[in-house]
């Protein structure tokens, strides 16, 4: 029996992982020649700057706050770093928290009041630099005034399990939070605010990033706003949000807020494309936007290469299909899983029978569901497998058991935490 291709596969996801590299990202984006620190294209003279403060939060806070202190050394008066991981080693001038993800606990809120704390602290001619990356929803939280820290862990579980996307989740979020949706800039005394944002949304805006807490948003989304009071799900589970959801957001005017993406999905898909291309393949790069209920998406997926295997089959050439993005699960069952190994296990459902397809469907952060898994690798035998040893793969798509599945047959992609966080990779190989 022919192996899977796992070695291929984790060639071209580890490119992934290396294009949208946190601390390669800043030391790419960031230049400082003299006392002009250029960020991108637009620039800040440091002769005019007092202070410069630095608050890195997310899951690529600390080599985000690594590159940082590479470029801006001792000019650095004080940095604060909120993550879900330990640093390997101490950076100067900054202290460090470790808080809560998926679900903000008690350091969540620690967090929170250190960086309302450090703000307070700021004149108008210091600069604030913002390192934000996706999971600040839930290392950073703030209730609104009558909500409490436990109505709104139970909030995000929830969310987490409702299958919304996540502009839909992020909405509500910014409405039960007393920091997010800019409100965080209201602590601030400095007109000089730089936020450097790494991107784990689909056509992300900045103000969509960690639910963006530093980036001014001056007006409500109405039509998402429309949607979300709309969805089934709010109706049924937070009958009570209409009470905060026409609340105004506060903003400051004397405020200049700059923001700066430097890394997402299509940067990540970009690199993977190039090393499949290195390796031979000819490779289609489908979407960086993909998303939708994983288990529809695996089965649309599998329709499509299976498709794509008949039509190239006389050029022999190999395949490589790439697609970014993320999906959402409506958890129903009582398993464990995530939303790439759901994915996975449905794509294994649908290619099962047809030679020589293998895919990775896997997190850039290494975090897929509530496991210690990035994904899953799968193939055309996955499935024959599975039934062979009295497993049936339908059973455990059912239950949301995908994690079970996998790891019963030696097939869950385990990074531990990337510290990169640009939404999920789907690799699959045609090689004929």
């Known amino acids: 029996m022919r192996k899977m291709n ?14 949208a590299n946190p601390k390669k990202c800043i030391l790419e984006s960031i230049i400082l020649k ?28 600390i080599p985000m706050a690594e590159g940082i202190k590479i470029i801006l050394k001792n000019k650095i008066t004080e940095g604060l770093i ?5 640093p390997k080693s101490k950076i100067k001038n900054f202290n460090y928290i470790k808080s809560s993800h998926p679900i903000p606990n008690k350091y969540s809120l620690i967090a929170a009041k250190e960086i309302i704390k450090l703000l307070s602290t700021t004149q108008p001619k210091d600069l604030i630099i913002f390192l934000i990356s996706g999971g600040g929803s839930s290392l950073v939280a703030a209730p609104e005034e009558g909500i409490s820290l436990k109505e709104k862990q139970i909030i995000f579980d929830r969310l987490l399990r409702s299958g919304l996307d996540i502009k839909m989740i992020n909405f509500i979020r910014k409405k039960i939070s007393s920091v997010k949706g800019g409100k965080l800039l209201m602590h601030s005394n400095s007109t000089n605010i730089c936020n450097i944002l790494i991107s784990d949304v689909i056509e992300g805006k900045p103000s969509d990033i960690a639910s963006g807490p530093s980036v001014k948003e001056l007006k409500t989304n109405l039509k998402l706003k429309n949607k979300v009071l709309k969805s089934k799900f709010v109706k049924s589970e937070l009958p009570n949000i209409n009470k905060i ?41 489908h979407s960086f936007k993909v998303q939708g209920e994983a288990s529809n998406i695996g089965l649309k997926f599998a329709k499509k290469v299976i498709d794509l295997a008949k039509k190239e089959k006389k050029s022999k050439k190999p395949i490589c299909f790439l697609f970014g993005g993320e999906s959402t699960v409506n958890v129903k069952g009582s398993g464990i899983g995530g939303r790439n190994m759901e994915l996975a296990l449905s794509f294994a459902i649908g290619v099962s029978g047809n030679k020589k397809i293998s895919a990775l469907f896997a997190g850039t952060d290494g975090i897929d569901g509530n496991t210690n898994s990035a994904g899953a690798f799968c193939d055309s035998k996955t499935a024959l497998k599975a039934s062979k040893i009295g497993i049936s793969p339908r059973s455990y798509l059912i239950n949301n058991d995908s994690y079970s599945f996998f790891k019963k047959l030696k097939d869950l992609k385990i990074t531990g935490s990337t510290g990169c966080n640009v939404n999920d990779i789907g690799i699959i190989l045609i090689d004929f």
């Open 6 to 19: 796992k070695a291929t596969l984790n060639k071209i996801f580890n490119s992934a992982l290396n294009g």
């Open 34 to 61: 003299k006392n002009s620190l250029k960020i991108q294209n637009k620039s800040y003279d440091l002769n005019k700057i007092n202070k410069i403060f630095v608050i890195s939060f997310g899951k690529s806070s």
């Open 82 to 86: 909120i993550s879900n991981e330990k």
């Open 245 to 285: 959801v026409n609340k105004k957001l506060p903003t400051k005017t004397n405020q200049t807020v700059r923001n700066f993406i430097i890394a997402d999905n299509k940067k990540a898909l970009d690199f993977a494309q190039t090393k499949a291309k290195e390796l031979g393949y000819k490779t289609i790069l």
